[in-house]
């Protein structure tokens, strides 16, 4: 008896050791697939965003959607705020967060006037509510015709804490009183400190 309860424990052990390296939730998706790669913070409102090589230190509000499902941005009364995609994660949290400003106004340059500056490995800070800092590294850069938005590549879910930063760029349209391309910087979470 003692040698087949020892060996029903061995198969108890071996089941669970393989059902963790096969961890899979009640609809069959692969858990494990859904970690998050990184570090991630819990959710709290971004205040303000830092980005040193271009001398941004300017104040976060939340925006949303226009009617026509375009995204918001800080109204041309406040060319150095900075809008958060409300709708989004916050800054720091697992998926793609949105800050979006603008490149200049009827005055002049506005607060993302010198996005296209950053390069791979710059650094981006956000000021958070709940006391914490989170820090970006940049990855990468693009600037796309606003007709052709890698919306999926922006918005689209991802399993670390991203960062987007979008601003206009190209040419003016003086028709339609906008730019015709957009400026976007990719970045992604890789320090979080408390607020100073």
Same mark, same amino acid.
Request: charged residues 25%.
């Given at each position: 008896?003692?040698?087949?309860?020892?060996?029903?424990?061995?198969?108890?052990?071996?089941?669970?050791?393989?059902?963790?390296? =096969?961890?899979? /939730?009640? &609809?069959?998706?692969?858990?494990?697939?859904?970690?998050?790669?990184?570090?991630? *913070?819990?959710?709290?409102?971004?205040?303000?965003?830092?980005?040193?090589?271009?001398?941004?230190?300017?104040p976060v509000r939340g925006v949303g959607r226009n009617h026509d499902?375009?995204?918001?941005?800080?109204?041309?009364?406040?060319?150095?705020?900075?809008?958060?995609?409300?709708?989004?994660?916050?800054?720091?949290?697992?998926? &793609?967060?949105?800050?979006?400003g603008h490149y200049d106004d009827l005055r002049g340059p506005a607060?993302? =006037?010198?996005?296209?500056?950053?390069?791979?490995?710059?650094?981006?800070?956000?000021?958070?509510?709940?006391?914490?800092?989170?820090?970006?590294?940049? /990855?990468?850069?693009?600037?796309?015709?606003?007709?052709?938005?890698?919306? =999926?590549?922006?918005?689209?879910?991802?399993? =670390?804490?991203?960062?987007? *930063?979008?601003?206009?760029?190209?040419?003016?349209?003086?028709?339609?009183?906008?730019?015709?391309?957009?400026?976007?910087?990719?970045?992604?979470?890789?320090?979080?400190?408390?607020?100073?």
């Amino acid at each position: 008896m003692a040698g087949s309860s020892g060996a029903g424990y061995l198969v108890a052990l071996g089941l669970v050791a393989v059902a963790a390296l =096969h961890m899979h /939730d009640a &609809a069959g998706r692969d858990r494990a697939a859904d970690a998050p790669e990184g570090r991630v *913070l819990p959710a709290a409102e971004p205040l303000r965003v830092e980005i040193p090589r271009i001398g941004v230190r300017a104040p976060v509000r939340g925006v949303g959607r226009n009617h026509d499902g375009t995204l918001q941005v800080p109204p041309l009364s406040r060319p150095q705020e900075v809008g958060w995609y409300r709708h989004g994660p916050p800054p720091g949290s697992r998926g &793609a967060a949105v800050l979006v400003g603008h490149y200049d106004d009827l005055r002049g340059p506005a607060v993302f =006037h010198r996005l296209g500056e950053l390069r791979r490995g710059d650094v981006v800070r956000v000021v958070r509510r709940d006391g914490r800092v989170a820090v970006f590294t940049v /990855d990468a850069s693009e600037q796309v015709a606003k007709s052709a938005f890698p919306t =999926h590549r922006v918005y689209g879910p991802v399993r =670390h804490a991203g960062l987007r *930063l979008i601003t206009c760029g190209g040419t003016f349209d003086r028709a339609r009183r906008s730019y015709r391309d957009n400026l976007i910087v990719y970045a992604r979470l890789t320090d979080a400190r408390p607020a100073a």
